[in-house]
């Protein structure tokens, strides 16, 4: 490999006699378009207009296939610095001859590309080549080149001339092309022109399989990752100008449809967030290395997109456990934020994003206050409206399970559709139903439409006053939420009512039954007092808090508490239940700092 002074890195010519690529699997997506800022259909200069029309005609045309199938030299302009470590442990178990992913492992010896037979989150870290990543951070250059070398080699055997599924899928090309180009010192110091010919044919076949199947991305997430594969493509291989010009037009409509305005992703989930995040810190790393300024509707992206993933930590800088994701590590959500060059505050109110954040001393509550993803945007939605979590500096009291997106070797599928549903967050929950129901597909079906929301400050403490239909339709009975946090964070007050709904009287007679529930955080003893009307906490940091009901008894049940790698840990959870008629009912309780 060798450098000409600039920033082009010359990694060799084409394979002339490279065979034509064949697509067997070509299925379009559907998608919703959300608008981000007023200035997305900004009027295009003749000039990007002509340009966008004659990319669109000639993608199909010979000189094109020529240049994008090898026909013509290629070269990689330039290698971008990849802005993520790798995991270390996983980098370690490549090297030692398998991937691991979520505790689940697959050996290198004989294995097959074309079909690995693995759950799909695990087959897109291995088609993504997120591995790559992680070996680099493991091993030293010697170490790590020989073992990238023949996995790429096997890869291209099996997937190289045949576009399958999901191999080729839009989203996992835009990140393997991104990871391929941050990591080309590792892949393409080879002195064997013959595997480094096919790698770069690949290289191009990519971006060109891109170039038409970028908007046919199965979700929002999906485009936008295609889209940004498109431009890094763009920068990275010669003549890509016009490529550019499409490829930033389609980046920004993407995020149209991703972003809601408030900068938090339609699918509320912070797994996608940080993904986004990760993504577009990629992206401007591929400008950066061409010494090119990242559009402003890059920049602008990313100064929205941190605070709303920031807005779910905690006050150790955890993040929370909502629609999916695991208690995300504090180092992970910093090298993230890092990686993206932003720094803001948390976002307190998000109110299409759907958290609030309200911080008071060493205390941090986050509540969920708004429906659930739309079904087609969903991954891994979650009943979870009204619920709610809470920490003491580094102790988190009150939990949600989370983990039903990270399925892996502690999360089987069974388990992580368990922990979609509402009993499985900090919220109240009537005759053992979701507030909105999670469909034998998976699908998110109906329930809540629509949360009210109110948030003041009093004196010296914040009002959080919340409500939700997702049990009128069924029950005839509306769940509204009352939490009162002092200013000082040690006395958290909150009420759950039922209410009658005016539009919808239920006609059954008999009273309904309903459980609260507080999914407690781990490692925290808790022990029953006051004839049970009161919990006792102990805290790992030494500190004591005093749970209590004023109506109803408390039980301590057996729970569930997932980490951000998806393993799960047991905790207790405790239990208000009683019983409701027509007329509804209330429940107080008060969460106070004893010593």
């Keep these: 490999m060798t450098t000409d002074g600039s920033d082009r890195l010359d990694l060799g010519d084409s394979d002339p006699d490279e065979p034509a690529i064949h697509d067997e699997n070509d299925a379009a997506g559907e998608g919703r378009s959300l608008t981000l800022r007023h200035d997305r259909n900004r009027g295009q200069s003749l000039a990007e207009q002509a340009a966008m029309l004659y990319y669109r005609m000639t993608w199909r045309m010979p000189m094109h296939r020529l240049?994008?199938?090898?026909?013509?030299?290629?070269?990689?302009?330039?290698?971008?610095?990849?802005?993520?470590?790798?995991?270390?442990?996983?980098?370690?178990?490549?090297?030692?001859?398998?991937?691991?992913?979520?505790?689940?492992?697959?050996?290198?010896?004989?294995?097959?590309f074309a079909l690995l037979k693995l759950p799909p989150q695990f087959e897109d870290y291995v088609h993504r080549f997120q591995w790559l990543r992680d070996l680099d951070t493991a091993a030293s250059r010697d170490q790590a080149v020989p073992v990238a070398e023949k996995l790429i080699g096997q890869w291209l055997d099996a997937n190289g001339g045949v576009i399958r599924q999901p191999a080729w899928r839009p989203d996992n090309c835009g990140w393997r092309l991104l990871i391929w180009a941050s990591?080309?010192?590792?892949?393409?110091?080879?002195?064997?022109?013959?595997?480094?010919?096919?790698?770069?044919?690949?290289?191009?076949?990519?971006?060109?399989?891109?170039?038409?199947?970028?908007?046919?991305?199965?979700?929002?997430?999906?485009?936008?990752?295609?889209?940004?594969?498109?431009?890094?493509?763009?920068?990275?291989l010669p003549e890509g100008r016009v490529r550019q010009i499409v490829g930033e037009a389609g980046?920004?409509?993407?995020?149209?449809?991703?972003?809601?305005?408030?900068?938090?992703?339609?699918?509320r989930s912070p797994l996608n967030q940080m993904d986004a995040v990760i993504l577009l810190s990629m992206l401007k790393?591929?400008?950066l290395a061409r010494k090119e300024d990242p559009p402003a509707f890059l920049e602008e992206a990313l100064n929205q997109a941190v605070p709303p993933l920031t807005a779910l930590t905690h006050f150790d800088g955890t993040m929370g456990n909502w629609q999916g994701s695991g208690a995300t590590s504090a180092e992970q959500v910093a090298q993230v934020v890092e990686a993206?060059?932003?720094?803001?505050?948390?976002?307190?109110?998000?109110?299409?994003?759907?958290?609030?954040?309200?911080?008071?001393?060493?205390?941090?509550?986050?509540?969920?206050?708004?429906?659930?993803?739309?079904?087609?945007?969903?991954?891994?939605?979650?009943?979870?409206?009204?619920?709610?979590?809470?920490?003491?500096?580094?102790c988190?009291?009150?939990?949600?399970?989370?983990?039903?997106?990270?399925?892996?070797?502690?999360?089987?599928?069974?388990l992580a559709r368990g922990l979609r549903t509402t009993a499985a967050h900090s919220t109240l929950c009537i005759a053992d139903s979701n507030s909105t129901s999670i469909l034998a597909d998976g699908k998110l079906g109906r329930g809540v439409s629509e949360v009210e929301l109110f948030r003041r400050d009093v004196e010296n403490a914040t009002r959080l006053e919340a409500s939700h239909d997702g049990y009128a339709r069924r029950f005839g009975l509306v769940h509204k939420r009352l939490l009162l946090l002092r200013s000082d964070g040690l006395e958290l007050r909150g009420e759950d009512m039922l209410i009658p709904d005016g539009k919808k009287r239920r006609r059954r007679k008999d009273d309904i039954d309903y459980a609260l529930r507080f999914h407690l955080g781990p490692d925290i003893e808790s022990d029953l007092i006051s004839e049970g009307k009161g919990v006792l906490l102990r805290l790992t940091d030494g500190n004591i808090?005093?749970?209590?009901?004023?109506?109803?008894?408390?039980?301590?049940?057996?729970?569930?508490?997932?980490?951000?790698?998806?393993?799960?840990?047991?905790?207790k959870q405790m239990v208000i239940s009683g019983a409701v008629g027509r007329g509804g009912g209330a429940t107080g309780w008060l969460l106070k700092h004893m010593g």
């Design 396 to 414: 988190r009291i009150i939990s949600n399970c989370g983990g039903a997106g990270l399925v892996g070797a502690t999360i089987p599928a069974a």
């Design 67 to 112: 240049r994008l199938s090898g026909k013509l030299p290629l070269r990689l302009l330039a290698v971008p610095v990849d802005p993520v470590e790798g995991d270390r442990v996983q980098g370690m178990a490549v090297r030692a001859g398998y991937f691991l992913f979520r505790g689940l492992k697959k050996k290198h010896d004989n294995i097959d």
């Design 183 to 236: 990591h080309a010192p590792l892949i393409l110091s080879s002195r064997d022109l013959i595997y480094r010919s096919k790698l770069l044919n690949n290289i191009a076949r990519t971006a060109r399989h891109l170039d038409r199947t970028a908007d046919k991305a199965n979700s929002s997430l999906g485009r936008l990752v295609a889209w940004s594969g498109v431009v890094a493509a763009s920068l990275l």
């Design 251 to 267: 980046l920004e409509k993407a995020m149209g449809e991703f972003f809601f305005a408030d900068g938090g992703s339609v699918s």
């Design 545 to 571: 808090w005093q749970f209590r009901s004023t109506s109803g008894d408390i039980q301590l049940e057996e729970s569930v508490w997932v980490d951000g790698m998806g393993i799960a840990h047991e905790v």
């Design 340 to 394: 993206s060059g932003v720094r803001a505050r948390p976002l307190r109110q998000a109110r299409e994003w759907g958290y609030q954040r309200v911080s008071s001393g060493r205390s941090v509550l986050i509540l969920d206050a708004a429906p659930p993803p739309i079904a087609r945007m969903a991954v891994a939605g979650c009943a979870s409206t009204l619920a709610f979590e809470f920490s003491n500096g580094d």
């Design 285 to 287: 790393q591929v400008y």
